[in-house]
């Protein structure tokens, strides 16, 4: 079978380690697969992508979609008028685009893995392909209020791909409209070819301490302020003083390095970036910290109960409780309310019962979603939907 693989990125972050741990299983599988990375602006990520698999840099903008300017309709006046003389335009540089840029194979499966414009248009239009998949990583709600041209772009593409059984849920009420194939799979995760680095660890500890770890690309959506407020109130109300570890980068980075340096507790925060060996930072962290307000199912999550890190998480939809559950497997608490997560953490920090206890669930809760287990049900989701 011969897999087209679109995303539009390849930076530092959950959905691009996701993708990567998809790529090594479908060359596993034994299946040819040719990855189409929309931006060729990449980080040093893209270097774990199989060396089976044929990597194509295919600039390919949101803006090149007639569908990111959907929108206009409903927020312009002249939207109405408008839109249809920029789509016209866009259906000819599409064309010449997919002549002169587009291989010409065809494919037995083509997957829009990101789930942005640019990706599911990428599929749905360019991509030459018997069966056509498309992943939907956060809330169908919250794409729709964006734009309704999300649900255009899911009928052309048909088949979905969700991460939660809330986001099931959800995809079925619209499905009254949308009349979609709809399958529900969880994020593997795979750590199995990186070895933890013991030097590493020690020096970890040795220099920060029992620090907090927060993995997050630094952006208006992940809400880091939250928990750096947390932190203040952690140190004046609770007197812990831990240092936290902030790895990721991302556009919110030096206003976010400027508010941490306005609080009282500014130098026990760490913002050290992208970092090649997170499983280091795990296996070191004494409590892991998640902030977002929305997501599908995040990736940092099942990577913490790998490493048997207990976890203080904000109710971000649909996934954390997925993941989590009603507080069995992490404590969850309101998003946006940095005095309820610090009271989480405080609560879970002094008592070494529910510490403990939390550390022992983790690794049976993470096999859930192992590669042995979703590999099965991606298999199953492959040959289901080339029917």
Same mark, same amino acid.
């Given at each position: 079978?011969?897999?087209?693989?679109?995303?539009?990125?390849?930076?530092?972050g959950g959905i691009e380690r996701v993708a990567i741990n998809y790529l090594k299983i479908l060359v596993d599988l034994g299946y040819e697969i040719d990855i189409f990375i929309l931006d060729s602006n990449? =980080?040093?990520?893209?270097?774990?992508?199989?060396?089976?698999?044929?990597?194509?840099?295919?600039?390919?903008?949101?803006?090149?979609?007639?569908?990111?300017?959907?929108?206009?309709? =409903?927020r312009n006046k002249y939207g109405l008028y408008l839109l249809p003389a920029l789509s016209l335009l866009l259906f000819l540089f599409n064309k010449i685009y997919k002549i002169t840029k587009i291989k010409?194979?065809?494919?037995?499966?083509?997957?829009?893995?990101?789930?942005?414009?640019?990706?599911?248009?990428?599929?749905? =239009?360019?991509?030459?392909?018997?069966?056509?998949?498309?992943?939907?990583?956060?809330?169908?709600?919250?794409?729709?209020?964006?734009?309704?041209?999300?649900?255009?772009?899911?009928n052309k593409i048909k088949k979905i791909v969700v991460l939660s059984t809330d986001g099931q849920e959800e995809v079925l009420i619209y499905n009254k409209w949308l009349n979609l194939d709809i399958y529900?799979?969880?994020?593997?995760?795979?750590?199995?070819?990186?070895?933890?680095?013991?030097?590493?660890?020690?020096?970890?500890?040795?220099?920060?301490?029992?620090?907090?770890?927060?993995?997050?690309?630094?952006?208006?959506?992940?809400?880091?302020?939250?928990?750096?407020?947390?932190?203040?109130?952690?140190?004046?109300?609770?007197?812990?003083?831990?240092?936290?570890?902030?790895?990721?980068?991302?556009?919110?980075?030096?206003?976010?390095?400027?508010?941490?340096?306005?609080?009282?507790?500014?130098?026990?925060?760490?913002?050290?970036?992208?970092?090649?060996?997170?499983?280091?930072?795990?296996?070191?962290?004494?409590?892991?910290?998640?902030?977002?307000?929305?997501?599908?199912?995040?990736?940092?999550?099942?990577?913490?109960?790998?490493?048997?890190?207990?976890?203080?998480?904000?109710?971000?939809?649909?996934?954390?409780?997925?993941?989590?559950?009603?507080?069995?497997?992490?404590?969850?608490?309101?998003?946006?309310?940095?005095?309820?997560?610090?009271?989480?953490?405080?609560?879970?920090?002094?008592? =070494?019962?529910?510490?403990?206890?939390?550390?022992?669930?983790?690794?049976?809760?993470?096999?859930?979603?192992?590669?042995?287990?979703?590999?099965?049900?991606?298999?199953?989701?492959?040959?289901?939907?080339?029917?």
């Open positions: 079978m011969k897999i087209a693989f679109v995303i539009d990125q390849m930076k530092y990449v =980080e040093s990520i893209v270097e774990d992508i199989p060396d089976k698999c044929n990597i194509y840099y295919i600039n390919y903008s949101k803006y090149y979609s007639k569908y990111f300017y959907w929108p206009l309709i =409903e010409k194979t065809r494919y037995d499966l083509a997957i829009a893995f990101s789930g942005h414009i640019n990706d599911l248009t990428f599929v749905a =239009e360019l991509i030459n392909a018997k069966t056509k998949l498309s992943w939907l990583h956060g809330s169908l709600s919250s794409y729709m209020l964006i734009s309704k041209a999300y649900g255009i772009l899911y529900k799979l969880y994020n593997p995760i795979s750590f199995t070819e990186k070895k933890v680095d013991i030097e590493k660890i020690k020096y970890l500890k040795e220099k920060y301490g029992s620090f907090f770890l927060v993995v997050s690309r630094m952006s208006p959506q992940k809400d880091p302020y939250t928990i750096i407020d947390s932190m203040e109130i952690l140190s004046k109300k609770y007197d812990i003083n831990n240092n936290v570890l902030f790895l990721g980068n991302g556009p919110e980075m030096s206003k976010v390095k400027e508010y941490a340096r306005k609080t009282s507790i500014s130098h026990l925060i760490n913002f050290l970036g992208n970092v090649s060996d997170v499983e280091n930072y795990y296996s070191s962290a004494q409590l892991f910290i998640h902030s977002s307000p929305l997501e599908g199912l995040p990736t940092v999550l099942l990577e913490s109960l790998y490493f048997e890190v207990p976890i203080v998480a904000t109710d971000s939809k649909p996934g954390v409780r997925e993941i989590l559950g009603n507080n069995e497997y992490g404590r969850i608490c309101p998003v946006g309310d940095s005095k309820a997560m610090a009271r989480e953490i405080s609560s879970l920090l002094s008592d =070494e019962k529910i510490y403990n206890k939390y550390k022992s669930l983790s690794k049976d809760r993470a096999d859930d979603f192992s590669e042995i287990k979703i590999t099965k049900e991606l298999l199953y989701i492959i040959k289901n939907s080339s029917l």
